[in-house]
């Protein structure tokens, strides 16, 4: 198969209402992004994965669009988005949007005549059902946000479903003028010349005919995987491709919460019948707690980390295109999470794991902050936090006496959303150069040690590890399409790799503890040179320090 120009593309997502405020309110904006496109540019992305700027009252941060072909007034103008645009586009930066068309805001006009009766043009939109006979919802489905996925509303008497917010209604996939209307909104972003979409939970959007209970978690209500890789997603997919995807040489990636590797070779097949690639979210789980998920005390587990990316490696390997990441805005720092995020050893394990993760084949996604190795944020109180995610299933669980609220902020501090929202850290200056007003959100208070202008400044820090990390995966061929080998699977501490793509090879070794570890370089990589790596010593060094990081590179 030709090479596609995104197989070796770098992805900078950006979170508008975090990464410049351009006028003095304390809110990230467009001009803000705009001021700042020439830092994406020296980092050495040539994609922005841009979080929504549309129209919305903002119940989850711009995921509960009211205007699909309208800029959110906070974010600024369409006129703004244009010269944004113009201005990537001369830089050779691309942008794509995030496309969130599960659900919309139930202050969406569709949903206003929607539920305004049940004869309405648009009743059908969205998916109603009556209460069962008791007057309760339609069955145990539960929202990601906490409490039931069902919303009573009066008017008609009947419930609507919201896998998120109630104030985030699910469209009816199943009904074609919806299918017509988002593609006519695709068509119309696509011409104006944006550069492809990031599809939230697009794994969701076609749900089981018959609405029958599934298996409840320890809150009682289900998770919406009862909804993943619904009985018709990859029709709509496809229909999606035919009608719009596939008229426009542009770059398209699945959020698909529940996909298997198996579904993902329909998602993300090289055949492109559907998207390019999509995000999976296994790895993203496996330190879950198992009785409260995510908002609970996460278990690591390198060996189940390693097992589950190599599946995802061998696994779509000539069939499909991986989405590679550890940070977005919906997840916690990887610094704070995986590595570590002390003064002695932070930086170091952040080039660790961006060395792991961008040596690894399909497309990496940074996160706005990770190349500087921006941390959890300790909150002081769960007032402070924003995210309606968060503070959803934390109430639930005190409610439910799944956590103390002493122990919900602990989870906070670990597992919150709003760790990777606090606004970018640009400079030492007074809310890290972020603001001249009041930030929406609490600055990290470790923003005078972690930030932009120190980071480009030194030779020695993240940025300029990740900076040569995007500009290998420019220039060789064996980190864009090479081969992909799990070594020493049960070594606790050491993630350990090769690729390989014809005779170029490569050897990645990545120290995941604080334990100093003796490693014998397996041939032929014994006396290859160092590629990239977080440490002075060459490959005659078989100690491997704490959270030592490198890469060997032969040729025979
Ligand atoms: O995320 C959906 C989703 O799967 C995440 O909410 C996930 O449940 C959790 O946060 C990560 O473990 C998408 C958007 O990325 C998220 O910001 C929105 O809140 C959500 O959909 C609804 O649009
Ligand atoms: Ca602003």
């Not at 001249?436 to 820090?461: C, F, H």
Request: proline share 4%; hydrophobic share 35%.
């Amino acid at each position: 198969m030709k090479q596609k120009w995104w197989q070796s593309s770098v992805v900078y997502q950006v979170y508008p209402r975090s990464f410049r405020d351009s006028n003095g309110d304390g809110i990230g904006d467009i001009p803000g992004i705009t001021e700042r496109l020439e830092y994406i540019k020296a980092l050495g992305a040539d994609v922005i994965w841009l979080s929504p700027v549309y129209e919305s009252p903002n119940d989850d941060n711009g995921y509960d669009i009211s205007d699909y072909c309208s800029i959110m007034p906070e974010f600024g103008t369409m006129h703004d988005f244009d010269v944004m645009l113009e201005k990537a586009h001369s830089l050779g930066l691309r942008i794509v949007m995030d496309l969130v068309v599960n659900h919309t805001s139930d202050e969406h006009a569709w949903f206003a005549a929607s539920r305004s009766s049940k004869d309405s043009a648009y009743r059908d939109y969205y998916i109603w059902r009556d209460p069962k006979e008791d007057g309760s919802e339609p069955n145990n489905w539960g929202s990601c946000f906490g409490g039931s996925a069902w919303k009573y509303d009066e008017t008609t008497g009947q419930y609507f479903l919201h896998f998120f917010s109630p104030k985030q209604p699910d469209l009816n996939w199943d009904n074609p003028k919806v299918r017509d209307e988002v593609f006519a909104m695709m068509s119309w972003w696509l011409d104006k010349g944006v550069d492809g979409f990031r599809m939230d939970v697009i794994s969701l959007i076609s749900k089981p005919e018959d609405m029958r209970d599934g298996d409840v978690m320890a809150s009682g209500y289900t998770s919406f995987d009862v909804a993943s890789n619904g009985p018709h997603v990859h029709d709509y997919l496809r229909e999606m491709n035919r009608r719009v995807l596939s008229r426009y040489d542009i770059m398209t990636v699945g959020e698909t919460p529940g996909v298997t590797v198996e579904e993902a070779q329909k998602y993300a097949g090289l055949d492109g019948k559907e998207l390019c690639m999509c995000f999976q979210f296994e790895h993203m789980n496996l330190d879950a707690d198992p009785v409260r998920g995510k908002y609970g005390f996460p278990q690591f587990d390198l060996v189940a980390l390693k097992k589950n990316l190599a599946k995802w490696q061998t696994g779509l390997e000539g069939k499909a295109w991986n989405a590679l990441y550890w940070n977005n805005h919906d997840q916690p720092r990887v610094v704070s999470r995986w590595g570590d995020d002390s003064d002695r050893y932070r930086e170091k394990s952040a080039k660790m794991l961006a060395t792991c993760l961008h040596m690894m084949k399909g497309t990496p996604f940074i996160y706005q902050g990770e190349e500087l190795g921006m941390t959890n944020c300790r909150w002081e109180s769960l007032d402070e936090l924003n995210d309606i995610e968060t503070i959803g299933n934390l109430r639930h669980h005190i409610a439910s006496g799944l956590l103390t609220e002493e122990q919900a902020l602990a989870v906070a501090r670990l597992r919150s959303r709003d760790n990777t929202r606090t606004p970018f850290q640009w400079d030492s200056s007074a809310n890290a150069g972020f603001t001249r007003g009041t930030p929406w959100l609490r600055v990290n208070p470790d923003y005078e040690k972690i930030n932009a202008a120190d980071q480009m400044a030194r030779d020695d820090s993240v940025f300029r590890y990740y900076h040569e990390l995007i500009s290998l995966r420019k220039r060789m061929d064996v980190i864009v399409h090479g081969t992909f080998t799990l070594l020493e699977a049960d070594d606790p501490d050491l993630f350990v790799y090769k690729r390989e793509f014809g005779k170029e090879k490569l050897l990645v070794v990545c120290n995941f503890s604080k334990n100093e570890r003796e490693y014998i370089m397996p041939e032929p990589f014994c006396g290859g040179s160092v590629l990239i790596g977080n440490r002075s010593s060459g490959t005659e060094d078989r100690i491997i320090g704490p959270y030592d990081a490198f890469v060997i590179y032969v040729k025979k």
